[in-house]
């Protein structure tokens, strides 16, 4: 990889964890608002700045938490492998979510042994309650292993919301990864605490997309090239159907709003993720594509997330305006862990490959499993 593409690729990572967590941040406020509310308190646009939320301005919420969760999970398991020569990707990913959960003042299951240390674990603001989602606290408290798949049938969007950093790291490691496993590694990431097919092949194919795009793919194109392997799913018809809903309303409907509505209010996966596609499709810059993602009835703070995914894994964190960058709850740490999704793979490689205080400072910073 050439020093300007290793340079913007790595830019693309930060933006995609960065706009997510913004789209979070953006949506929080008006999540259960409905447009015309949002209307009468902030004009025509909808919602144009961050507004406060649980006490500040920026605040993320329960997505970006488990966004971040995600991530480590994925590293700790790269670490685990490198150090100890085993590994399970979705195991790790699972104990993350565990950890996660007892943020929320929640106990995990009582056969199950967490490591609460680490990296993510040691913020505060991680462990604040962020109207988390029901179904995967449910999901989450109910675990018969760090490995086991949800038996509700739910097909909220919380998988979906969570699984951006699958997409960044399976591309990572695309000599490992293959489109088809990073979407299988989506979809069991998902189904962790959502049982109902939608409601993982959705976050299946929402990772496929951020894979795609890191590998030159337009938005639309990358959204396409996911619909053949879903196809070859069972129950994925409604996954489909809300990815070409979303593709045929961005050349047909430019009154936002009206799409929108037209593809629901993005409580459940497909729905959430078809919002999002139109979106960062239509929308002319990051500040557009903000308004038009949260200014809705429905679930403003996921759209908005997965929406900011999509548009900073597209075209970096240097089309995101900085000061709202600034404005984030921690976006330095999750700019750190999007820094260490895209270097993780020269890990004891090169000058660090017989650097003990290196192998000691990662270790300690994603400890195993």
Excluded at 7 to 35: Q, T
Excluded at 98 to 105: A, I, K, P, V
Excluded at 190 to 203: E, F, I, K
Aim: aromatic share 10%.
């Amino acid at each position: 990889m050439s020093e300007s593409i290793n340079s913007e690729i790595h830019d693309k990572f930060i933006g995609c964890m960065l706009g997510g967590a913004i789209g979070d941040a953006f949506g929080a406020p008006v999540e259960f608002i409905s447009r015309e509310r949002i209307i009468a308190l902030h004009g025509k646009e909808g919602v144009t700045s961050l507004l406060p939320a649980y006490g500040k301005v920026g605040a993320i919420t329960d997505d970006t938490q488990m966004t971040l969760f995600t991530a480590e999970g994925l590293l700790r398991a790269y670490v685990r492998g490198k150090h100890k020569g085993a590994t399970s990707w979705l195991g790790c990913i699972g104990h993350a979510y565990q950890r996660w959960l007892q943020t929320q003042s929640h106990s995990s299951p009582s056969n199950l042994t967490i490591s609460n240390d680490g990296f993510l674990w040691q913020y505060r603001e991680l462990h604040e309650q962020r109207a988390p989602g029901n179904t995967c606290l449910n999901a989450l408290s109910t675990a018969g292993g760090f490995e086991e798949l949800a038996f509700n049938d739910s097909k909220g969007c919380g998988g979906v919301m969570r699984v951006a950093p699958i997409g960044l790291f399976c591309w990572r490691l695309k000599d490992s990864f293959t489109l088809e496993e990073c979407f299988k590694l989506g979809c069991d990431a998902a189904q962790l605490t959502h049982g109902h097919p939608t409601g993982y092949l959705a976050a299946g194919a929402f990772s496929a997309i951020i894979y795609q795009i890191l590998d030159g793919y337009t938005l639309v194109d990358a959204a396409l090239s996911v619909i053949p392997i879903l196809k070859e799913q069972r129950s994925a018809e409604e996954t489909i159907s809300a990815i070409e809903q979303a593709l045929s309303l961005s050349k047909t409907q430019s009154d936002y709003a009206k799409a929108i509505q037209q593809m629901g209010e993005g409580w459940i996966a497909e729905e959430a993720l078809a919002i999002s596609l139109y979106c960062a499709i239509v929308a002319n810059d990051f500040n557009h594509l903000m308004s038009i993602s949260v200014s809705h009835d429905g679930d403003s703070d996921s759209t908005g997330a997965i929406s900011g995914n999509l548009w900073g894994a597209l075209y970096g964190v240097t089309s995101i305006d900085q000061q709202l960058v600034q404005q984030l709850e921690l976006f330095e740490t999750i700019a750190e862990i999007a820094k260490d999704l895209f270097e993780f793979p020269t890990w004891g490689i090169g000058p660090y490959a017989s650097n003990q205080s290196f192998d000691n400072a990662i270790w300690n910073k994603y400890p195993g499993y």
